[in-house]
Each structure stands twice: as structure tokens, then as C-alpha cells.
């Protein structure tokens, strides 16, 4: 009777490579020899036989691209009598292709392996059972931190077995049924993924009790007559005694397999990367968070040394061994940000209904400028209050005027012609960087953006010559902005040219918040809203008007000194607004 091996689950992933191929047609094979790799972005791993029989075909080629239930290979099963066909065989997954290099001691026939026991095998009155890696969600592979157990190990209900991290958690993998440790089939920084065996345990007696976390027991063989155990690894080294060299116990094609393999790893680890992979060497202690955030940064990991519990590299670890070597190293021009790592891509649709709504294009060409600035200019934010109660007080008296005029009033026009004052007072707030970052050029106009918010998104129109205008004028001009913004009929001419931005959310409320600079502009000013509260004067807690203001700046044109100065002027002329007009 023939049967088809598959593909196991490879998560989300919509299909992997086949990297290698380990047997040949007429090849006698058993459940745990492995068929061939596959190799994912993350990941390589084994695919075994799971059953034993004959292959009498093989329906991939090294380089194709498979998917989970692929059929991959058929198998005559051994000792079938009975011409029904059998269900197609998902081979499980098993730890990553690098853990070939431990020793595998087998016979070199099939007979002489079934009537092997190895270390820690189940006896006639016992029943062996997997603990699988349990659910870790949206598909992802997890990271083996910590092996707790060895072959031949007794545990207790709750003992821990294996502990994996993933990029959000650790996690342990008890036992839920008391027994021996069979055998352990990952290693300390193998990946694994949902559903993958960890460890085989055996319990006495004749039901077996289903592990919680790791899924229903499959195909568990009846109590009289026990799964036989094949050739699994054993995880620790029998006596000196029954102890032979790697190349005795290997038959020629297990060694031929493993010597592919040891070539494969040199190549990984000798070969041109394009980042830095997983390190092989289980010597380095750290989570696949901490990984990735090497890879990013192009950091190897054996160059770092742990300040965690046992010598685990935590991230300030790796952020530390990066900010030694830049200031090491000779600054050099600043240039854009480049090779950021990409978000990974989620499908939403899983987890309940979603609706795909585009962009305008004025919140998408928004958002692009917004990620420039942000990912290019070094941001600092200094957060400072104003007490504009006079300037309130001043507010309310040209109520009347203002209505005569057609004109509403608001505190920005005062803000706009504080801040052209400081400008004047401090002109590198009013300056950009040339390209190198190593010039400013300094403008001898003031031309000040008002950030509004429209229905399509934000805009941000400038108010040309700013400086020059008076608080009537301001006032006017920056209404019939916004009003023209929210019209959908603003030019070209009126977004550009600015050289310092306003953009306040007091209508909307909030204490404080960190705008982003509108580059190539140096700094932004960014208006919270207004609240009484109670300020000491020196003899008594009095009910003051208090504007919160937030200045983002580019560090590497403003230094924090400087930023606290600005802000210190600009507070005092909005306090006083009889300054204004100094």
C-alpha cells in the first residue's frame, strides 16, 4: 500500500524552499529519518518520514517552492497487507536542519534499529506521548531559551520541560502528565513553531493522558504493543563503555547526510550575508527580539557581552554596543536614513470584518513627509507654560473690534507675532541645514506655517512675511487660510516657503505633545490647550491662565540651551503682550 508524505503546517507563511533533498527512490526509511529541508525567511527545518516503508517516488526537486499539504514523496508501507489506500501523511515539524550535527547513533539496518532500545525507551506497560509547542499565535516563530530537561529524566505534573520567547513574552512548557523524559528534540536557539515537538515523554500504565498545551495525543499505539522508538538522538551521551567515535556509528548514508549538512552550516556561516543571521552557537544567550533588533542594526551578537541573569543580551545590550562604536567612530555627513526594516504585514481579516478605505492624497503625501522628517532629523521636544492671563484679559477688551471688523479673535495671531519676535531675536530657529548638516542658511525673510486640519488631512499654509503684519492683519490673513485649506483651494504658492510652524490643538484639548518638524524648517511650535490653574505669586496660590507649548527642534542644528532660551523669550512676550509691540 502506497502512502503520500506532505508538507506539515509552515504558518503563514504561503509557501517555502526546498533546500535539500535526503533520500533516493527505493531508500528504506523510518518515521523520524527526514525526507528532505525546507527553508523559510526565518527558519530551516527537517521534514521526516512519519511512517516507515519504502520511497518509491519523489514528487519535488531542490529549489521548488512548496505550500502546507503539498505531497512531496510516496512511501510503500512496510508489512501493508491490505489494498485499501491510506490517508496522506502531514509529516510533523521538527527542529531546525542545523541540530543534524549531534551524533546519531543507529544500525545500519532497519531490523537492528527496531530491536535497539535507546536510552530512556518505554517498556511493554508503558505509553509514549509528544509535548508539542502550544498556539503562539499570528504564525510566528518562537525561540528556544532554556532546555529544563535531559533523556531519562523523571518530572512531575508542572515540571518545566522547555521555556521559548517570543518578540512580546517568555513562555514555559510544563509537563501536564507526570512520566520520563524519552527523548528532547530542540535545542537552546532552534525556532520553533506552533504544533512542533518539543520532548517524548513515557507514563506507565495503559491510557494515556492528553497534554493540555500541547494538543491531543495522535496515533498513540495500543498498550500491548508499544511505538517502537526508532533512532531518536539521545540528548546526553550513554556510558564510557558502550561509547563509539561518530564516523563508527554513522552508516554511510547517515554520514553522507551529515556531512552535507556540515558543509551547508559552513557555507551559512562563512558566506556573504546581507544582515546578521541567528547565531549558531548556542554560547549566545539572547531572545529573537534582541536578534532582530542586531539584525537591524547589523550588529554581531558573539561581539557583545549579556548584563542579563546568566549572561542573556537584553536590548540596551545591543543599543549600548552600537552607541560605543559611533561615537568611536569620525562623524561623517549626515545623510537620509536607509534600510529601515519593513512592518510586517498582518492579515487583519482574521481576526473579524475590516474595510480597505485608500488615503487621500493629501493625508498620503502628508504621511510621507511626515516619515522623512521623523526618520531624518534628530527630534527634541522642550515643553514650557505661558501665563497669558493679561493676554486674555487684552483678548476680551477688542472683542467689540474685533466683531466690527469681521474678525474672530483668537490667541494664535498673538502667538504668530511672539514667535516672529523671538525669530528675530534668535535667528537659527528661523535658518535650515544645507545638505551636508556642516552650514546654515540663514533667511533674512519670516514666513510662519499654520498647521490646519481639513477633511482630507493636514495642510499647512504660510503666512508670508509674517513679522511685518500687525495682529489685525494675522488674524484676517490666518482665517482666510484655514478657510481656503478646508475649501479645497489653497495654491501651490500658499504651502510653500515656510521657514517656522505653528500648529495648536487647543480647541481639541491635550497638556503637551510632540509635533514633528516640517523640514527643511529647523523647529516647530506646537499650542495645547488652555487651563486655570492655581499659581503661587510669592504669597498666595492665585487662578492664572496657563498656555501649555511644546518646541520640537532639530538637534543638530539647535542645541537644548538654546531651545530653553527661545522658549524662555517667547513665554515672557506672551505673558506681557505690551512687549509686542517693543
Request: aromatic share 4%; net charge negative; glycine share 8%.
Amino acid at each position: 500500500m502506497n502512502q503520500d508524505i506532505c508538507i506539515p503546517d509552515i504558518g503563514d507563511a504561503e509557501s517555502v524552499e526546498v533546500i535539500e533533498i535526503l533520500v533516493a527512490v527505493d531508500q528504506e526509511v523510518g518515521p523520524d529519518d527526514p525526507i528532505l529541508v525546507i527553508e523559510s525567511d526565518k527558519a530551516s527545518m527537517e521534514v521526516p518520514a512519519g511512517v516507515s516503508g519504502r520511497i518509491t517516488a519523489l514528487r519535488v526537486a531542490i529549489g521548488d517552492q512548496v505550500r502546507t499539504g503539498q505531497a512531496i514523496a510516496t512511501v510503500q508501507l512496510a508489512g501493508a497487507d491490505t489494498p485499501k489506500a491510506a490517508a496522506p501523511v502531514v509529516a510533523p515539524v521538527v527542529a531546525p536542519a542545523a541540530a543534524v550535527s549531534a551524533p546519531v547513533a543507529a544500525a545500519d539496518d532497519a531490523s537492528a534499529e527496531l530491536n535497539t532500545k535507546a536510552p530512556g525507551a518505554p517498556a511493554a506497560d508503558e505509553v509514549e506521548f509528544d509535548v508539542l509547542v502550544p498556539d503562539v499565535g499570528e504564525g510566528q516563530p518562537v525561540t528556544v531559551i532554556e532546555i529544563a530537561v535531559k533523556t531519562g529524566d523523571v518530572v512531575a505534573v508542572g515540571d518545566l520541560l522547555v521555556l521559548i520567547e517570543s518578540d512580546k513574552a517568555s513562555m514555559e512548557i510544563t509537563a501536564e502528565t507526570a512520566g520520563r523524559v524519552l527523548a528532547v528534540h530542540v535545542a537552546v536557539g532552534d525556532e520553533v513553531g506552533t504544533g512542533a515537538r518539543v520532548a517524548t515523554l513515557v507514563r506507565e500504565g495503559s491510557v494515556a493522558v492528553e497534554p493540555k498545551r500541547g494538543g491531543p495525543v495522535d496515533n498513540l499505539p495500543a498498550p500491548d504493543k508499544p511505538m517502537p522508538v526508532g533512532n531518536l538522538p539521545p540528548t546526553e551521551p550513554p556510558s564510557p563503555a558502550k561509547t563509539s567515535s561518530p564516523a563508527e556509528a554513522l552508516s554511510p548514508a547517515r554520514a553522507q547526510v551529515a556531512a552535507l549538512f556540515a558543509d551547508a552550516e559552513r557555507a551559512m556561516r562563512e558566506g556573504p550575508r546581507t544582515g546578521v543571521d541567528e547565531d549558531p552557537h548556542p554560547t549566545v544567550y539572547a531572545g529573537p527580539a534582541v536578534r532582530r533588533l542586531a539584525r537591524e542594526l547589523g550588529v554581531t551578537l558573539e561581539q557583545i557581552t549579556g548584563s542579563g541573569l546568566r549572561g542573556r543580551i537584553v536590548k540596551d545590550d545591543v543599543k549600548a554596543f552600537v552607541k560605543q562604536r559611533m561615537t568611536a567612530a569620525p562623524a561623517s555627513a549626515a545623510t537620509a536614513a536607509g534600510g529601515l526594516p519593513a512592518l510586517p504585514v498582518v492579515d487583519f481579516s482574521r481576526f473579524g470584518p475590516v474595510d480597505v478605505v485608500p488615503l487621500s492624497r493629501v493625508r498620503a503625501r502628508g504621511a510621507d513627509n511626515l516619515h522623512r522628517s521623523w526618520v531624518n532629523v534628530p527630534h527634541v521636544t522642550q515643553h514650557d507654560e505661558a501665563d497669558v492671563t493679561d493676554l486674555e484679559a487684552f483678548r476680551a477688551v477688542l472683542r467689540d473690534d474685533a466683531g466690527a471688523r469681521g474678525v474672530r479673535l483668537t490667541p494664535l495671531p498673538f502667538i504668530i507675532k511672539a514667535c516672529c519676535q523671538a525669530l528675530a531675536e534668535f535667528p537659527t530657529f528661523n535658518a535650515s541645514l544645507d545638505p551636508s548638516a556642516r552650514n546654515f542658511i540663514m533667511k533674512r525673510y519670516c514666513h510662519v506655517g499654520i498647521a490646519v486640519d481639513t477633511d482630507d488631512g493636514l495642510v499647512v499654509p504660510v503666512i508670508r512675511d509674517a513679522d511685518r503684519k500687525g495682529i489685525w492683519a494675522l488674524a484676517a490673513e490666518a482665517a482666510a487660510l484655514a478657510e481656503k485649506a478646508r475649501a479645497r483651494k489653497l495654491a501651490p504658492a500658499d504651502l510653500q516657503g515656510g521657514t517656522f510652524s505653528v500648529t495648536s490643538l487647543g480647541a481639541q484639548g491635550g497638556t503637551g505633545f510632540t509635533p514633528i518638524i516640517n523640514a527643511p524648517e529647523v523647529a516647530i511650535l506646537g499650542v495645547a490647550r488652555l487651563a486655570t490653574r492655581p499659581v503661587w505669586d510669592g504669597n498666595a496660590f492665585v487662578p492664572r491662565q496657563m498656555l501649555p507649548l511644546s518646541l520640537s527642534y532639530d538637534h543638530r542644528a539647535i542645541n537644548g540651551a538654546e531651545a530653553a532660551r527661545f522658549m524662555t523669550r517667547l513665554t515672557a512676550l506672551l505673558g506681557d503682550v505690551r512687549r509686542l509691540a517693543l
